[in-house]
Each structure stands twice: as C-alpha cells, then as structure tokens.
C-alpha cells in the first residue's frame, strides 16, 4: 500500500479581505492560495510580529507568478525581480489574518 505524503493544503482568502481582489487576479475566483503546509508561523511584518503560513509558489504557474508580480509591483512598488527571486527561492509568505486554511489529508493524519 502506499501512501500520499504530498501536501495538498490551502488557505482560502476572506471575499471580504482587502487583498482578495489581488489573489483573485492570481489564483481564481474561489481564492484558495496553495501552502506548503497548514501551522501558521510568526514573522516580522509592517506591524511588529505577525502570522503567515507559508505558500508554495511551486503550486503556481508561471503566468500565476507574472500576475503576483504584477500585484505586488502595483500595490507595494516592489520591483517585478525581486518577486520572482523570492518566489524562485520558495518564498510567498501569506497573511494569516481574515484566511481559512483546509489540512489536506497527509497533514490531518499528522495530527491525530
């Protein structure tokens, strides 16, 4: 028998967060951004201390990170380069405030 250990975790994006419009032009109407695993972890962010999970930019397409890109450029003036470069190097840290994340089945066995 085997067993799936690939991670198929996601967080869903409040419709009524502020950043929704910026995923929905990257992941789709039904906002669910692919995460490398389901536990939060606590980073430094614009407001002290703060709670992300970690996104798996791997999960995306390559048009999917041109748009992200784009978004991120637009709101924040990040240079396009420097988006990609994080992403290249499996960083896409996602806000954890206002998210609703699914544990796909490896992390729940995980868990019990």
């Known amino acids: 028998m085997s067993i799936d250990i690939r991670c198929n975790c ?3 994006i409040s419709k009524a967060d502020k950043r929704a419009e ?14 490398k695993h389901p536990i939060p972890v606590n980073m430094n962010g614009p407001n002290g201390i703060m709670s992300f999970y970690e996104g798996d930019p791997s999960k995306l ?25 994080d992403l290249k190097k499996g960083i896409l840290p996602i806000k954890a405030e206002n998210c609703t994340v699914f544990w796909c089945e ?7």
């Open 61 to 85: 397409t390559k048009d999917q990170w041109t748009t992200l890109s784009l978004e991120m450029n637009k709101k924040f003036g990040v240079p396009l380069q420097l988006v990609i470069d």
């Open 10 to 12: 996601y967080a869903i």
């Open 22 to 35: 910026i995923w929905r032009n990257v992941v789709g109407d039904d906002l669910r951004v692919p995460l």
């Open 106 to 112: 490896h992390h729940s066995r995980l868990a019990l």
